[in-house]
């Protein structure tokens, strides 16, 4: 499982509609099975946990191949992800090329988080949050999930609602509003 940290931590509020939603399709089960976790995970800070949905064309092997560790899996499709940073690019490349349309992936480190959002029209967009960047990201949160804007504006408390970034969040990024 790597060198992450499992830390005990309780039943995090369950969103009714979850920041990794994205597209059409309810997903709010697949919350529900990762609030019920009982432990939260923390990298190293040489690692990134992703959530990966909406990508069904992205096979196990093709992420265990590029030394990318499956932690946890919720339905058929959506993994929970440690993506060591020797694999980040490839990763990264291996998401925007095969992430359907709609949907977005974020890679969240201890000192970074990246978005790569695939657009209705299969457009790509990677951005790395930051406080010129966080306004345009949250557009496309919001947009691309149906959430409203007043909801995904601060971007770490969005993220923190998947019980997979948590404690990530809350140890990393608590004080930020981007």
Not at 26 to 42: D, M, T
Not at 111 to 138: M, Q
Not at 144 to 151: K, R, S, T, Y
Request: with cysteine.
């Amino acid at each position: 499982m790597g060198r992450c940290t499992m830390a005990g931590c309780g039943q995090g509020k369950v969103r009714q509609n979850p920041p990794s939603a994205r597209g059409i399709r309810p997903r709010a089960s697949l919350w529900e099975l990762g609030s019920k976790r009982g432990y939260a995970l923390i990298p190293e800070a040489h690692e990134h946990l992703s959530f990966l949905m909406g990508a069904d064309a992205i096979t196990d092997d093709d992420l265990t191949n590029l030394g990318v560790k499956i932690l946890e899996r919720y339905g058929s499709a959506s993994r929970g992800l440690l993506v060591p940073a020797a694999s980040l690019s490839l990763y990264s490349a291996l998401v925007r090329e095969r992430l359907s349309a709609g949907f977005w992936n974020e890679i969240v480190g201890r000192h970074e988080i990246l978005f790569i959002f695939k657009l209705p029209d299969g457009t790509v967009r990677e951005v790395a949050l930051s406080e010129a960047t966080s306004a345009e990201i949250a557009e496309l949160c919001s947009s691309l999930n149906g959430d409203p804007i007043e909801q995904t504006s601060n971007l770490p408390r969005y993220l923190s609602g998947n019980p997979f970034y948590g404690e990530l969040i809350a140890a990393f990024y608590a004080n930020e509003s981007r």
